[in-house]
Structure formats: structure tokens, C-alpha cells
């Protein structure tokens, strides 16, 4: 369902758990999307099926500290914070819209998030207070020349809380040998793959295309995620 206000709309995504429709296993969030911007106010088919993952891993959500890497419009951080996690929301310091846009849709679901900038590379003194046990990321993978800068400070955050996974969604392109030599480089491991559409719901599903794995990454030297 969305409601249209000029190139505003807002968009509701519903999660559902065993018993369809009883409201103690579901929920909605409504997202504030702008046709009229760049990338960070649109809902992928990425950031869609991460949040499904989050809101059907619930319980290992819930409690945890989120971080959200590129949040725009901020779809799995959201759940997270609709399922009981302490939430961090980011995205590039220099997009003033992008980050007044995820304050604006935490208060439509009335959620307490933390809204911040955070620009990949950049290690100003914001970024040496976070201690997340997940970091998120939905399609975040999609301009190769910011790699470099994503897994550098991605490596730096599971540093800083080194039992903390990072859980991103990618379209799988040509930049897979990239990704996996980047990993490397910044001393990650991938300790699960899978194909975004194996755990999707077939309502969902059938609305969304492309070839999107789900990827959990962890410090090379760290525990395993779970």
C-alpha cells in the first residue's frame, strides 16, 4: 500500500510470523520514500529482503545493538527497532535529505533510533563510540569504488566489538572476486551465504527480480556468527 503526495510516498511493509495476521506475531513499518532523489530515499529489493531476514531472526535481534551502514530508507534497522533492538541508523554525513528523511520515518513508527552521519573511510570521533553486536547493510555493495572505504571501516567497527557480525544483501554483479579479495585485505571471513530469495516469502517474492545473496561476515581471527 502507498500513499502518494507529489514525489513523496509512503510505503507499508508488512512482516507476518507463524499465525498470519494475529497481531503478537506481526508488524508494519511504514517508509517515506522520494522518487525525485538519488538512491538513499528508495526501498531496493535488497534493503526488502534483509529486512525479512531480520524480522524471521527476531529473537537474535532482539536486545542487540544495531548499527546500520547506508541505511537511506532504513528498512531493516527499522524492524530491528520494531522487534526490541537498540539501533543506530547511518548513512554519508553529506546527505543532509537522506539522514532528515530516516529521522522523520523513526518518528512515524514511533521509534527512539539513533540518527547519525557516518561516511565510509572517514574516521572521525562518532565512529570510535560505536560497540554494535550486528551491523546491517542492504545493498551497499553496488558502486565498487566505495568497497575499499566500506570494508575498511567495517573490518574497524568488528574490531571494536569483535564477537559483532556484519549481514549485508547484494545484488551478486561482476564485483564478487572484488568483494572477496577485499575481505581479505581487511582480515574477514564470510561465515554464511545464501540466496535472498530462499527465505523470502512467496507474496514478496514474486514482486522483486535480480540474483541478491545474503552474505554474514565476521573478524577473520573472531567467533564464528551463530
Known amino acids: ?4 503526495t507529489t514525489t513523496t510516498t509512503i510505503s507499508q511493509h508488512d512482516f507476518y510470523g507463524d499465525d498470519d495476521g494475529d497481531s ?15 538512491y538513499g530515499l528508495f ?18 535481534f532482539r536486545g542487540s545493538t544495531i548499527l546500520e551502514l547506508g541505511a537511506g530508507t532504513s528498512l531493516p534497522g527499522l524492524v530491528a527497532a520494531k522487534v526490541g533492538a537498540n539501533v543506530t541508523l547511518t548513512d554519508d554525513s553529506s546527505k543532509a535529505e537522506v539522514l532528515e528523511n530516516m529521522t522523520r520515518v523513526c518518528e512515524l513508527n514511533n521509534l527512539n533510533c539513533n540518527v547519525m552521519g557516518l561516511t ?26 566505495a568497497f575499499d572505504d566500506l570494508f575498511a571501516t567495517v573490518s574497524f567497527l568488528l574490531q571494536n566489538s569483535p564477537d559483532a557480525v556484519f549481514i549485508t544483501t547484494y545484488h551478486n ?4 572476486h572484488l568483494i572477496e579479495f577485499l ?3 581487511w582480515g574477514l571471513k564470510c ?11 512467496s507474496r514478496k ?9 545474503l552474505v554474514e561476515i565476521v573478524l577473520s581471527c573472531g567467533k564464528s556468527a551463530a
Open 1 to 4: 500500500m502507498t500513499t502518494a
Open 24 to 38: 503478537e506475531t506481526s508488524i508494519s513499518v511504514s517508509v517515506i520514500e522520494n522518487m525525485k532523489e538519488e
Open 120 to 145: 565510509w573511510g572517514v574516521w572521525d570521533a562518532t565512529i570510535f563510540d560505536l560497540r554494535p553486536n550486528i551491523i546491517l547493510g542492504a545493498d551497499v555493495l553496488y558502486d565498487s569504488s
Open 191 to 201: 561465515v554464511k551465504l545464501v540466496d535472498g530469495f530462499s527465505f523470502l516469502p
Open 183 to 185: 575481505m581479505v585485505k
Open 43 to 60: 526501498v531496493w529489493p535488497c534493503s526488502v529482503i534483509l529486512a525479512e531476514y531480520v524480522w524471521q531472526q527476531r529473537s537474535r
Open 205 to 213: 517474492a514474486s514482486l522483486l527480480s535480480g540474483n541478491i545473496q
Open 173 to 176: 554483479r561482476s564485483g564478487h
